[in-house]
């Protein structure tokens, strides 16, 4: 049964380790992350942004799709169904769906317009017994079409979208979406520790997991960062096995060209990373 991501992300505040929010991607993605999560003993958020959502074939086809797997694959550790940078009509859309957690992506708006829509979506979300997170400062880079330059969250504004009654509140401290390039400048810590202070025992989420050096995640999650997001680095390392076993012509041989041989090793790739992450986030056991 799906859970919102409330009570595991509180816990992991106050044990100073973080869940991971897996993005997934297709039935593949679902089941790898699922039977990781219970091999390591660790609960898990699965992430769905708009454009997966749409190429999944909608919001309650997914969530057929995962409660169906938490059902049969007998998935006992707690797992979260949240909107990645939802829309204010997204959030609708994924609450009426089953989703358990939500994310209000109004960085784009006017602050005032920002929580105004915010303080909407908590009222909801309480009602229904979700988890909402909010985002102040944007992300750099691009996902599904969202492009942001990487910006530091001002910690005034986060106290006044943490004050409305979010579960979590992802700030941008330089942070961004995709492969970090050449010349990034690193992760603002002065920022992150300006925010906590602002705060206090609000989860805070640092999007864009993917790439950033293992030192600087473990310091985000001492200056109180419980949940991160990783999304690319399952995609390239399911996409690198792919391309191995294609190039090696296994395709070619036999029934090599099934689907469900076709795609084993990019299922067992995500998995590899899946547990990496979780090692590293240090939520192995915390079930």
């Not at 969530?63 to 550790?77: D, P, R, S």
């Not at 997204?90 to 109004?106: L, N, P, R, T």
Request: one cysteine or more.
């Amino acid at each position: 049964m799906l859970v919102s991501a409330k009570e595991m992300l509180q816990k992991a505040k106050a044990g100073k380790y973080a869940v991971g929010q897996f993005n997934i991607n297709n039935l593949e993605w679902t089941k790898a992350v699922l039977l990781t999560a219970q091999e390591m003993n660790s609960p898990v958020i699965l992430g769905v942004s708009e454009g997966a959502g749409k190429y999944m074939a909608g919001y309650k086809t997914i969530v057929g799709m995962v409660n169906g797997m938490l059902e049969e694959l007998k998935i006992t550790v707690p797992v979260a169904l949240h909107l990645d940078h939802g829309s204010y009509e997204g959030c609708y859309k994924c609450i009426e769906a089953g989703f358990s957690s939500v994310m209000f992506d109004g960085s784009h708006y006017p602050i005032a317009e920002n929580v105004e829509k915010t303080k909407e979506l908590v009222a909801v979300c309480n009602e229904k017994g979700l988890s909402i997170e909010a985002e102040v400062g944007s992300i750099g880079g691009e996902e599904d079409g969202v492009v942001g330059a990487g910006e530091c969250a001002d910690p005034a504004e986060c106290k006044m979208i943490a004050d409305l009654g979010v579960t979590m509140l992802a700030a941008g401290i330089g942070n961004i979406h995709g492969k970090y390039p050449e010349n990034w400048k690193g992760l603002s810590f002065e920022t992150l520790d300006a925010v906590q202070q602002k705060t206090g025992d609000m989860p805070l989420v640092l999007h864009g997991g993917t790439g950033i050096p293992e030192e600087m995640i473990k310091k985000a999650i001492s200056l109180g960062v419980a949940k991160i997001n990783v999304n690319t680095e399952c995609q390239l390392s399911f996409a690198a096995a792919t391309r191995e076993y294609i190039e090696a012509g296994k395709d070619l041989s036999g029934k090599g060209f099934d689907p469900r041989k076709l795609l084993a090793p990019g299922f067992e790739a995500i998995k590899a990373t899946v547990k990496e992450k979780m090692e590293l986030f240090g939520s192995v056991n915390k079930a």
